[in-house]
């Protein structure tokens, strides 16, 4: 029977509390399903858009159902998968005189409570970003063919995906108001930092 030897000028390993963190946040998606459906009603309503002539000839079914796609996405994105996967949350509210509000919530990173992946973060903002520049290409795109019975789809399309892109990047910014003005700051701090 042997026995161990216990050596009082054993290496004790330091918690600095970054090295778990750092290999949590670049592990892979925490919220898989959250992460789908972010992409999923995005993506549906694209295709479905795109895909629509070839499967049906029917105008007011396929308006329908691309509306309904991207109300599912716009509604998911909002309430869901925005808190999920980058811990911020944005709603617009009217007071009793009339007047409207923006609240913006952002998730406090706490020890119990840990941010969101890279990964998540990174497919959340990708697809908030890609999918209204897509709906800005088929404006144009229907607009100069004079398919003018789905510019009003397309346009709902652009205004609900902007509505979120506008929503969480005032969010991001932490409620500021006036884009312009974070746009020239963060321009002025970069060309001085590579000056």
């Not at 399309?157 to 005032?170: C, R």
């Amino acid at each position: 029977m042997k026995q161990a030897l216990v050596d009082d000028t054993e290496d004790v390993s330091l918690d600095f509390g970054n090295e778990e963190e750092l290999a949590f946040r670049k592990a892979k998606i925490r919220h898989p399903l959250a992460t789908f459906f972010h992409l999923f009603f995005r993506v549906s309503a694209i295709v479905t858009y795109v895909c629509c002539d070839w499967f049906s000839r029917s105008f007011v079914g396929c308006f329908v159902t691309v509306l309904l796609l991207l109300s599912f996405d716009f509604w998911s994105v909002k309430n869901v998968t925005g808190r999920l996967m980058v811990g911020l949350r944005w709603w617009n509210q009217i007071d009793e005189d009339g007047k409207s509000h923006w609240i913006f919530e952002a998730r406090k990173v706490s020890p119990n409570n840990t941010a969101a992946t890279e990964a998540e973060a990174r497919v959340f903002w990708l697809g908030l970003i890609i999918c209204p520049m897509i709906w800005i290409v088929f404006f144009f795109s229907s607009l100069f063919s004079l398919k003018l019975k789905w510019l009003a789809l397309v346009i709902a399309g652009i205004s609900l995906q902007a509505a979120n892109l506008y929503g969480y990047v005032l969010c991001k910014l932490g409620g500021e108001s006036d884009i312009s003005k974070v746009t020239a700051s963060f321009l002025s701090q970069t060309v001085f930092q590579t000056v």
